[in-house]
């Protein structure tokens, strides 16, 4: 479904994505994790339009999307949420859930349509009419992501949705993800959680100083000397 070619993207004298290169099947969960810093925002970036690439190539579908507007690739079908939140403050969930809508729906009754079905495939339901800004971080969260949902994405992009909630917040968010990849969406997640990360995802890649130093499935990748190094340096690993 989406495949990255050599995607590399310079700051000035800084590679954040080095060479990065994996293709993701459809349907799957992926886990995309690093220490800070690693470039995971900035592969998140590419993907989804907001930076140019320095070099490389992105397709969705068979189909080119590097350097495209993010307007037009989230229209192709990629949807992303951004690790700190940016929900319209003064407007009610409904309405925040509804711009999401709209990127497909133009007639207001199907865009209606689509943020009811969202609203209770989220359980969104009893907080429609509240307003973004008294709500708590945990569901400022949720509604990120429906509204992204809304857009009708194939691919989703998650920037650490679990940050900053607690261990309740965050089974019930695991479980969300769950029921969002089972009506068929195919997702990336970046998260430092790791217990969640490796319970959630079918496959992690590792990102350490914008490179991809290691893609396997969660026990793998665990036991991956590069991988252990990389989050605690080179005095914590022992190696044979
Ligand atoms: N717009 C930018 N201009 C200059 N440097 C940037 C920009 N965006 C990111 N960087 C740099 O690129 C590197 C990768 O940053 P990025 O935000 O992608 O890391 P990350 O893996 O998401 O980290 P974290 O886990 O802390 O969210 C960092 O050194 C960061 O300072
Ligand atoms: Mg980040």
Not at 188 to 217: F, N, P, T, Y
Request: overall charge positive; proline content about 3%; aromatic content about 6%.
């Amino acid at each position: 479904m989406l495949r990255l070619q050599n995607v590399t993207k310079e700051f000035g004298g800084l590679r954040a994505v080095d060479h990065v290169s994996f293709t993701i099947p459809k349907g799957s969960i992926t886990g995309l994790i690093g220490p800070n810093g690693s470039g995971k925002t900035t592969l998140f970036n590419l993907i989804s339009g907001i930076y140019k690439l320095t070099s490389g190539e992105i397709s969705l579908d068979g189909q080119v999307i590097s350097n495209k507007p993010a307007f037009r690739i989230a229209a192709m079908g990629l949807a992303r949420t951004f690790q700190v939140v940016k929900p319209f403050n003064n407007i009610s969930v409904y309405e925040n859930v509804l711009v999401g809508a709209y990127i497909h729906h133009h007639n207001k009754s199907l865009a209606e349509a689509k943020v009811s079905e969202v609203i209770k495939l989220l359980d969104l339901g009893k907080y429609s009419g509240y307003q973004m800004k008294s709500l708590p971080l945990a569901m400022k969260k949720k509604v990120e992501i429906a509204r992204a949902l809304a857009t009708d994405p194939k691919i989703l992009l998650l920037d650490e949705v679990m940050g900053g909630l607690n261990p309740q917040e965050t089974d019930f968010l695991l479980k969300e993800i769950r029921k969002i990849n089972a009506t068929g969406i195919t997702i990336i997640v970046i998260e430092h959680k790791m217990k969640c990360i490796m319970s959630l995802a079918e496959r992690i890649l590792v990102l350490d100083s914008g490179v991809l130093i290691a893609d396997g499935l969660p026990r793998e990748v665990c036991g991956n000397v590069g991988v252990i190094k990389a989050y605690l340096g080179d005095d914590f690993c022992v190696e044979d």
